[in-house]
């Protein structure tokens, strides 16, 4: 549902005003930039994981610190 702060003019973004009125459609630019880009967050956390999987834990200052990072924006981002 729609909250009270999300009542903007959105006039010049036809996309922006048929999401306002809950009508999407997935060729929307919009959506699908919005999506790309969490594939790319997704893509970008699993090359850090697989790099810090071999990564001596004596060079790499707060290692776990780093996984754990990943794996949320990674997790964040599946569930866009």
Do not use: C
Request: proline residues 1%; aromatic residues 8%.
């Amino acid at each position: 549902l729609a909250g009270d702060d999300t009542e903007q003019q959105h006039s010049a973004n036809l996309d922006l005003v048929s999401i306002n009125n809950f009508f999407v459609n997935s060729s929307m630019p919009v959506l699908q930039s919005t999506w790309l880009n969490y594939y790319k967050i997704i893509f970008n956390a699993n090359m850090v994981l697989k790099q810090l999987e071999t990564a001596d834990a004596t060079k790499v200052v707060n290692k776990d610190r780093h996984i754990g990072e990943a794996k949320f924006l990674r997790a964040q981002a599946g569930i866009g």
